[in-house]
């Protein structure tokens, strides 16, 4: 043990932790580092290190090859997971419980935009965090409305921008999806894309309020007036994507960036440069955590499918990030009662 620490059980620590962190962050935000440090937990019971006083870097690099294989994770989700930890641990040197200094010794990933591009996504605990950020600060915005309908809805960026004022009933909480060529609108899968997609009280608040006091009250080229306006008519799809990048930049809706960098000079705060940050995502990985986090609150794949206009087959293969740990746990709840 060094000299001066005091011994603290890693289950003890985290409590400690969760409860100061509970006096300066959001519900969302103390339940995701929750669940992440769960995971380091775990690892420290099987591995038999009952004090913090003994971690040491070897250690935290061993966690993080065990927590990148157990989950099957890929770098920008493992850069979250060791930027919470890296917090902890930087917590507990404050209360003598590790060795100063031991928390640089977790190396996060490198992210390069377009390495990880097809498996990056907004998993759930970023999404809530963000949706609460959003309800609170900026609601009924665009930005605001356009993110609840993507992400309740998994629906692609096209269809988003296809959608009219006329496309949504709130008596019935209804999206209605159409493709319109001639109209200057279209969706991915054309006619066979067509469909009707339901949405909650909440989705529908944050709508109702958006095209009551927000929307611009415009029509585009073609005499329609579309649900997510700008001030020229329609905006365009890479116009409502670069809403997407520069909301889901950590630093917006967190107010800490989990890179260290200085956000005085952080190039990803510049204009049009939202996406040169690490952690912000596209609308793509936005509904591909949608789509996940369907499936892990056990949505059955039929009705996922249906929902969000993609086939079983590739829903499987390209967007289905649920690790075969977690599959394997969602089967049980449905045979242990067997």
Same mark, same amino acid.
């Given at each position: 043990?060094?000299?001066?620490? *005091? ?26 580092? %929750?669940?992440? #440090? ?57 209360? &003598? ?31 809530? $965090?963000?949706?609460?950020? #959003?309800? $609170? ?34 008596? *019935?909480? +209804? ?21 009707? @997609?339901?949405?909650?009280?909440? @989705?529908? %608040? ?5 095209? *009551? ?13 579309? #649900? ?35 956000? &005085?000079?952080?190039?990803?705060? *510049? ?14 990985? @936005? ?10 609150? &056990?949505?059955? &794949?039929?009705?996922?499918? %249906?929902?969000?206009?993609?086939? +079983? ?26």
């Amino acid at each position: 043990m060094s000299e001066g620490l *005091e011994p603290i059980a890693p289950p003890e620590a985290k409590e400690m932790y969760l409860d100061q962190k509970s006096t300066e962050a959001s519900e969302s935000t103390v339940q995701a580092h %929750d669940y992440r #440090l769960r995971h380091f937990v775990r690892w420290c019971d099987e591995n038999d290190i009952e004090n913090l006083n003994d971690l040491s870097g070897r250690d935290l690099h061993q966690y993080k090859l065990w927590r990148r294989d157990d989950g099957d994770l890929n770098n920008v989700t493992m850069v979250t997971q060791l930027s919470t930890l890296r917090v902890f641990i930087r917590w507990c040197e404050q209360i &003598d419980a590790v060795t100063e200094g031991l928390s640089e010794s977790i190396v996060l990933p490198s992210l390069s935009k377009g390495a990880d591009q097809r498996d990056a996504m907004l998993d759930a605990e970023d999404a809530n $965090q963000l949706l609460e950020y #959003l309800r $609170q600060f900026e609601f009924g915005t665009r930005t605001h409305a356009l993110v609840e309908v993507l992400w309740h809805t998994g629906i692609r960026i096209g269809a988003a921008h296809s959608l009219d004022v006329e496309d949504y009933d709130s008596r *019935e909480a +209804l999206l209605e999806l159409r493709h319109r060529p001639d109209e200057g609108t279209t969706l991915k899968n054309k006619e066979v894309g067509e469909r009707f @997609v339901a949405i909650n009280d909440a @989705v529908c %608040d944050v709508l109702d309020g958006y095209i *009551e006091y927000n929307r611009e009250e415009v029509t585009d080229e073609h005499g329609r007036r579309p #649900l997510f306006s700008g001030q020229q008519g329609r905006p365009s799809k890479s116009t409502l994507r670069d809403s997407i990048y520069k909301i889901t930049r950590p630093c917006i809706y967190t107010n800490n960036c989990p890179h260290g960098r200085d956000l &005085d000079e952080c190039e990803a705060l *510049e204009p049009y440069k939202a996406s040169k940050c690490p952690s912000s995502v596209s609308p793509h990985a @936005v509904r591909r955590g949608a789509i996940t986090h369907h499936l892990s609150e &056990d949505v059955p &794949d039929k009705v996922v499918s %249906d929902r969000m206009d993609v086939s +079983l087959d590739v829903l499987d293969k390209h967007y289905d990030r649920r690790t075969e740990r977690e599959k394997s746990e969602q089967r049980r709840d449905y045979t242990d009662e067997l």
